[in-house]
């Protein structure tokens, strides 16, 4: 990758910030975490003093992608309200009698559609850009897209443009905390193999992305190309996670001029479909077996913490397995793929459409050494490979951390250990905005203040909810 030509030109415009001040790029859902996390344990003030930068290339900071897609969530209405804890005078606590609040609150422990968290979200994110301008090192760099970030001497000089001018500048500041989301690259899909044959070549103009089918956009060009079809259609979605199922449940669900026949819909998929609940009991008491120690989280008792299918997922798969007494769900059937080639190849030539629900990839942002050249990250040396370590730092191709550069968000492939909890079978990713907005925003936190974090306010019986309701809910989403 050539060396971005700003960095030869004598005329850039350098915005210059004491060695201690963060750049946060991106202002997404996961932009937001270090500060809520921070804010949860009463020291977002201290964070603030040391200058924070935020750069979005959008217009507003909250929301990021989170409120474009048609489905409802897998995390609580509780949880996504529960980013507001804190100390009872700290400088969101007004925000908790917000009416948007208090619908997230009366959601509980049901799920709440996206688009509505994209607006809670945007809400917190105008009142917390308020909070950064307020501040004598604060800065809200909206319409601006970082292009690069590189190291120096004291820390990184992150290159930004004007989305509008193009006008180019750097901020020098000691950390960067990249949370500039993810996307599903085409590259990836078009090395994708199923049952023995590439994926792309085989279904050509048939298959599609789930993000693709999840935005509302999205979701409504494919009403109108099934309903063309003007009979009941075949869909095959390939995967395992909770985007797999989100998709089955939207297309089931969402689609009123659609009538799917038995079987009208697949899932393929490589893992088992695990079941999330809240405690061995309750899962014994469903007659769900499919576990052992190595699935319950040490710290919480619960079955598939991390990698169970939560709330509308968890109803679908469930009726499709036949699990806890559940109606059955005729219209989906389950594939395993890896078992009979020729029938995941049936299955796959004969649907209408086929969607590739296979997650997400970091984009991450070009890094360069203090000489200029580029540094390969660990990440682009394979479709599976990590962003980041368990302490949030980004990891060079070799697996070794970056000073003071740190990554957020999704499919940055953060892994909850320890103290966060989780099952320890979990292989995968926590995408999940409670877990950055408490622990894992509190990592970043920690590495940017001091060690000693201050109190954690997210257990306390705050102005947000009752303490019970606390303990039924706190829970990542995956
Ligand atoms: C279908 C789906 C459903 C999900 N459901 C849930 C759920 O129910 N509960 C849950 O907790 N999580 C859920 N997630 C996971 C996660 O919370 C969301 O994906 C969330 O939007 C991720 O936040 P983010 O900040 O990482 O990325 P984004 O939301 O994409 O935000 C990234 C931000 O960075 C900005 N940006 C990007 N590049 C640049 C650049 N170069 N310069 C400046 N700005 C830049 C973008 O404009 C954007 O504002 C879901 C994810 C998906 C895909």
């Known amino acids: 990758m050539a060396l971005p030509a700003i960095w030869a030109t004598p005329k850039r415009v350098t915005l210059s910030f004491d060695r201690t001040a963060v750049a946060i790029i991106g202002g997404g859902p996961a932009g937001l975490a270090p500060l809520l996390a921070a804010h949860r344990r009463g020291r977002l003030a201290d964070l603030l003093k040391e200058g924070i930068t935020v750069v979005e290339q959008s217009g507003a900071v909250g929301e990021g992608s989170i409120g474009r897609w048609c489905i409802n969530s897998d995390s609580t209405g ?185 079987g009208g819909v697949t899932i393929l998929h490589r893992r088992e479909l695990r079941i999330f609940y809240p405690s061995v009991d309750a899962a014994l008491a469903d007659g769900y077996t499919e576990f052992g120690p190595d699935d319950i989280c040490p710290i919480s008792g619960r079955v598939y913490r991390l990698g169970g299918f939560r709330l509308d997922s968890r109803e679908l798969i469930m009726r499709a397995r036949g699990i806890g007494g559940r109606s059955p769900e005729p219209r989906l059937q389950l594939h395993r793929l890896g078992l009979d080639d020729a029938a995941s190849l049936t299955l796959l030539d004969n649907a209408d459409l086929v969607i590739a629900a296979l997650g997400y990839r970091p984009r991450a942002l070009p890094v360069f050494d203090e000489a200029g050249r580029p540094v390969p990250l660990l990440a682009g040396t394979s479709p599976q490979a990590r962003l980041v370590d368990d302490r949030c730092r980004v990891l060079g191709a070799s697996g070794n951390p970056l000073p003071h550069l740190f990554a957020i968000g999704l499919a940055a492939g953060f892994v909850p250990h320890g103290r966060l909890g989780g099952e320890p079978s979990f292989r995968g990713q926590a995408n999940g905005l409670w877990l950055w907005q408490s622990d894992v925003g509190g990592l970043i936190v920690d590495a940017i203040l001091s060690p000693s974090f201050g109190k954690d306010y997210s257990l306390e019986l705050s102005a947000l909810a009752r303490v019970e309701q606390i303990n039924a809910t706190h829970e990542l989403a995956v």
């Open 78 to 262: 509780f949880t996504f309200a529960d980013c507001l804890a804190g100390p009872p005078e700290s400088e969101l606590a007004a925000l908790r009698n917000h009416p948007l609040t208090k619908e997230f609150l009366e959601a509980g422990d049901g799920t709440v559609p996206l688009r509505s968290a994209g607006e809670l979200l945007a809400l917190i994110g105008q009142a917390m850009n308020g909070l950064i301008a307020a501040t004598p090192n604060g800065r809200v760099l909206k319409r601006s897209r970082a292009i690069s970030t590189r190291r120096t001497a004291t820390g990184w000089l992150t290159l930004i443009r004007d989305v509008k001018t193009g006008r180019e500048r750097t901020i020098d500041s000691r950390n960067v905390v990249l949370a500039t989301g993810a996307s599903q690259p085409a590259e990836r899909l078009r090395g994708e193999v199923v049952a023995g044959v590439n994926l792309a070549e085989r279904c050509g103009e048939r298959l599609l992305q789930s993000g693709d089918v999840l935005s509302t956009s999205g979701f409504a060009a494919i009403a109108a190309r099934l309903a063309a079809l003007g009979r009941p259609p075949r869909v095959a979605i390939i995967g395992g996670s909770t985007s797999a199922a989100a998709v089955a449940h939207a297309l089931l669900h969402r689609l009123p001029g659609v009538t799917f026949g038995p």
